[in-house]
């Protein structure tokens, strides 16, 4: 079985996103990829909305054992993230400036920054 995997970002009331993943079977419609995070977010982030511009297709991969068990019982796995700050904490590594342009730019949300200067990084937050 290969699977499909959502990457998604959802603006908490806080000014906070809420990312996660969601892992469907590869020929699972995006509506029902939709309906899945929906339920995710009523669970654990009320409130949040969520569309094709919040939830868009990454990548396919093989799926891990609890992956499977996930989908096989309820049809999609959730992977989620730590919640990504509104605002960069001092002296931020390159993982938390990646997930601050992505949860504060939809046009950068999901660009490839591998081999991207931290100096480049910080050019683009400071025109958000």
């Known amino acids: 079985m290969q699977v499909s995997v959502f990457d998604t970002y959802i603006r908490k009331p806080d000014g906070s996103t809420f990312h996660f993943d969601v ?3 590869k020929e699972t419609p995006a ?3 939709l309906t899945f995070g929906k339920a995710y977010i009523d669970a654990n982030a009320p409130g949040g909305h969520i569309s094709a511009r919040e ?3 990454c990548h396919i991969e093989e799926p891990t054992p609890e992956m499977v068990s996930d989908i096989l019982r309820q049809g999609y796995h959730i992977l989620g993230f730590d919640d990504i700050p509104a605002v960069l904490p001092e002296q931020p590594t390159r993982r938390q400036l990646i997930e601050h342009i992505r ?3 939809e046009e950068h949300r999901f660009v490839n920054f591998r081999g991207v200067e931290e100096g480049a990084l910080w050019e683009i937050i400071r025109s958000l």
Do not use: G, L, M, T
């Open 31 to 33: 509506e029902q990829v």
């Open 23 to 25: 892992i469907v079977p």
């Open 103 to 105: 949860a504060n730019s």
């Open 55 to 57: 939830c868009q297709f």
